[in-house]
């Protein structure tokens, strides 16, 4: 992928275990990232870090987690969550390699983007 192609860093904060928005931001970003023409960062904050979960049934629209979020280890990027999330206690084994950002990994990650998106 050429160093030049846009960068879009999605932050997703809603709950996915009440919201269909965090299933949609994964569905998204795998399905655009695929064709390597944008870097996705995808950054998970508060209830949203639980999309990692080892177990999705009890999330909206699990089967997106289950299908989408494995294109972020195919294209070697790790999803980012947030770090000291008291979720993180509740993912068991996560389909993807994950890397907590605090605050100031965050602004400097969306400092090199293209694009933000919030779900």
């Given at each position: 992928m050429s160093t030049k192609a846009p960068r879009v860093l999605l932050v997703v904060t809603s709950d996915p275990r009440s919201s269909a928005r965090p299933a949609e931001a994964v569905r998204i970003a795998a399905g655009v990232a695929t064709w390597r023409k944008v870097v996705f960062d995808l950054y998970l904050q508060g209830p949203a870090v639980l999309a990692l979960s080892e177990?999705?049934?009890?999330?909206?629209?699990?089967?997106?987690?289950?299908?989408?979020?494995?294109?972020?280890?195919?294209?070697?990027?790790?999803?980012?969550?947030?770090?000291?999330?008291?979720?993180?206690?509740?993912?068991?084994?996560?389909?993807?390699?994950?890397?907590?950002?605090d605050a100031a990994g965050v602004a400097r990650l969306a400092a090199g983007t293209t694009a933000l998106m919030r779900f």
């Open positions: 177990f999705t049934d009890d999330l909206v629209d699990d089967d997106n987690f289950n299908r989408y979020l494995p294109v972020f280890r195919e294209l070697g990027r790790p999803v980012y969550v947030e770090s000291g999330s008291p979720h993180l206690n509740d993912l068991g084994e996560a389909p993807v390699p994950w890397e907590t950002l």
